[in-house]
């Protein structure tokens, strides 16, 4: 059964559904998108001809509608056919929003029941997979302005808000609010809110570093607890073996114990 996109995620305001566009129209829009977010694009003919991702979803909204007409058959021809000259493998039943792109585009692999919103951004070697055999929704949902950093797999029926982060190379099993980054094997939310004001936040490598951050923490308490040992050390040596270079009166019985209580106290 081919899943409906509306029931996980809502389309952004005045804007019509995929459904509800033209395969050309969709498709003027997904090679536009390149040139916003890739600064390798230099113009539109590139884009059409070189870039796979671009090809890929081509061929993918074609194989789609036919799947969404009850064929089945030829629309996995027409992925088969594409994954052979793009190295993206989308599953004809996979819904796919408004400009997408797919940089590099080599080893993305997108499930049957994957649902993807508006200006989604996926690099190469992400994996939107299924952890069941059984019928039904089984693949992540992405929600708008969502990217997913090189080699991320996002597994399971959960659900990606919107303009969330995955970083390169998580394994995300659980869902993730919206605004949020995620980061680690398997995936935790290290940046609950996060959001931007110059367009497409594309800086999936600029992610906290919770592991460092833990160390960090750890090595200042110890570097603290060795000042205050080291400081009481002095105290006890200083009460304990006088120098010999103060008054007679250092060596009067009673006057370790009365100089380490005073130290203490101060």
């Known amino acids: 059964m081919k899943p409906n996109p509306k029931s996980l995620r809502a389309e952004p305001a005045n804007e019509p559904g995929v459904s509800q566009r033209t395969w050309w129209s969709l498709l003027r829009e997904d090679a536009r998108c390149v040139l916003e977010r890739d600064p390798a694009a230099r113009n539109l003919l590139e884009v059409w001809t070189i870039y796979p991702g671009v090809q890929a979803i081509a061929l993918h909204r074609m194989a789609h509608a036919l799947w969404g007409r009850g064929w089945r058959y030829l629309p996995r021809c027409i992925s088969f056919i594409a994954r052979g000259l793009t190295q993206v493998d989308i599953h004809p039943g996979a819904s796919i929003g408004a400009r997408f792109f797919i940089d590099h585009g080599t080893g993305v692999v997108i499930g049957e029941t994957a649902e993807v919103g508006n200006d989604v951004t996926l690099y190469h070697g992400v994996t939107l997979g299924g952890t069941s055999w059984r019928i039904g929704k089984r693949h992540p949902t992405l929600g708008n302005h969502v990217v997913v950093g090189a080699g991320a797999k996002i597994l399971g029926p959960i659900m990606v808000g919107d303009r969330a982060r995955v970083a390169a190379n998580s394994v995300v099993i659980d869902a993730v609010p919206a605004d949020a980054t995620v980061v680690g094997i398997p995936g935790r939310v290290v940046a609950p809110r996060r959001r931007t004001t110059h367009g497409f936040d594309l800086d999936h490598h600029l992610i906290p570093d919770p592991v ?11 570097a603290q ?33 009365s100089f380490l209580q005073t130290s203490t106290m101060e």
């Open 212 to 222: 460092g951050k833990a160390i960090a923490c750890l090595l200042d308490r110890v």
């Open 225 to 257: 607890l060795e000042r205050t040992q080291q400081a009481q050390s002095r105290i006890f040596a200083t009460a304990e073996a006088p120098c010999g270079a103060c008054d007679d009166h250092c060596t009067e019985p009673g006057f370790a114990q």
